[in-house]
């Protein structure tokens, strides 16, 4: 009995935690809209632009989805204890997903789970900020949700830690930024 008390209110516990952790928009006051990779990429694929949908698409951040649905994932998931498929495990989508548990009414037409961790994971959730002349007013733009992490150490390690089945200690975020880092070229400034 207590056991069972015990276990599920360490359940309730790590959910809440895992719920700010997945999410980063979680901590806005406001709630914006998502409108998924794919919106972002319209303007953010040009080499002037520095083609941020180009390399985030060659990232594995793009296959976080597809990678829930192998029989390794969900090998994984059985042996943590859950009997759903892992593409369907809250307890995995959340750091696997965009948008994950946020309310249905803000995910836009064109927002796609399968999509992975999309530039929203990092960058706020896109409706309100998302039209050029928003973009262009880095101020306004923040004003209306944009997100821009500048510190690469404490912000990858919301979903890159021990609580990942799959993680390896000494994983370290500067390097790995390396790897898909997409910065706009200076010159176009
Ligand atoms: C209508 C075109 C357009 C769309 C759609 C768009 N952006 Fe932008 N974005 C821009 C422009 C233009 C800039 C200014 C870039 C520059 O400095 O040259 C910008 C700047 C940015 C910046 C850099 C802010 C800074 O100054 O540090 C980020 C981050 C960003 N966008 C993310 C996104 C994300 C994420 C989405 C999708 C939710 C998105 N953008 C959708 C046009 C767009
Ligand atoms: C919302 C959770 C989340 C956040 C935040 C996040 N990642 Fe990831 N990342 C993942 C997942 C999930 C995978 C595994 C995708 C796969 O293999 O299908 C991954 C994989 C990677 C990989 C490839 C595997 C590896 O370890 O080399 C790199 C590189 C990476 N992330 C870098 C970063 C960096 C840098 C940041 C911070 C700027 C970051 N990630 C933030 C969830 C996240
Ligand atoms: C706390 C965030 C987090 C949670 C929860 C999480 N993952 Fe991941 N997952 C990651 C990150 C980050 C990576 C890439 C680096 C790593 O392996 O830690 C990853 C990578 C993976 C990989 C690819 C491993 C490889 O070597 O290529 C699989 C498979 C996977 N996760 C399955 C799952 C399953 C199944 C669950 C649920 C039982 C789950 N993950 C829960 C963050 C998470
Ligand atoms: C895993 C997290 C992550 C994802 C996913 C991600 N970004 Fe970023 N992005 C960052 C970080 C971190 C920085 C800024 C770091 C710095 O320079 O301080 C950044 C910077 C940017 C910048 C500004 C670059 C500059 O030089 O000022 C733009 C534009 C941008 N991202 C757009 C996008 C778009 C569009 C997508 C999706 C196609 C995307 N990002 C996906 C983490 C991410």
Same mark, same amino acid.
């Given at each position: 009995m207590f056991r069972k008390l015990f276990i599920s209110t360490l359940l309730l516990f790590s959910s809440l935690l895992l719920a700010a952790n997945g999410?980063?928009?979680?901590?806005?006051p406001k709630p914006h809209g998502f409108v998924g990779a794919e919106t972002c990429g319209m303007c953010h694929k040009t080499e002037k632009q520095g083609k941020q949908f180009t390399i985030w698409q060659g990232s594995k951040h793009a296959e976080a989805y597809k990678t829930l649905q192998t029989p390794e994932a969900d090998k994984i998931a059985k042996e943590k204890?859950? +009997?759903?498929p892992a593409a369907k495990t809250p307890e995995c989508l959340k750091c696997h997903v965009?948008?994950?548990?946020?309310?249905?009414?803000?995910?836009?037409?064109?927002?796609?789970? %399968? +999509?992975?961790?999309?530039c929203e994971t990092c960058h706020g959730a896109g409706a309100d900020y998302k039209t050029l002349k928003v973009m262009k007013d880095k101020k306004l733009a923040e004003e209306n949700g944009l997100i821009v992490p500048t510190d690469v150490k404490t912000f990858?390690?919301?979903?890159?830690?021990? %609580?990942?089945?799959t993680y390896k200690e000494g994983w370290d975020a500067t390097a790995s930024w390396e790897k898909i880092k997409h910065p706009v070229p200076a010159a176009t400034n």
């Amino acid at each position: 009995m207590f056991r069972k008390l015990f276990i599920s209110t360490l359940l309730l516990f790590s959910s809440l935690l895992l719920a700010a952790n997945g999410n980063v928009t979680n901590d806005d006051p406001k709630p914006h809209g998502f409108v998924g990779a794919e919106t972002c990429g319209m303007c953010h694929k040009t080499e002037k632009q520095g083609k941020q949908f180009t390399i985030w698409q060659g990232s594995k951040h793009a296959e976080a989805y597809k990678t829930l649905q192998t029989p390794e994932a969900d090998k994984i998931a059985k042996e943590k204890g859950f +009997d759903t498929p892992a593409a369907k495990t809250p307890e995995c989508l959340k750091c696997h997903v965009s948008g994950y548990g946020v309310d249905a009414s803000l995910l836009g037409p064109k927002f796609k789970m %399968e +999509d992975g961790v999309q530039c929203e994971t990092c960058h706020g959730a896109g409706a309100d900020y998302k039209t050029l002349k928003v973009m262009k007013d880095k101020k306004l733009a923040e004003e209306n949700g944009l997100i821009v992490p500048t510190d690469v150490k404490t912000f990858c390690v919301k979903c890159h830690n021990s %609580e990942s089945p799959t993680y390896k200690e000494g994983w370290d975020a500067t390097a790995s930024w390396e790897k898909i880092k997409h910065p706009v070229p200076a010159a176009t400034n």
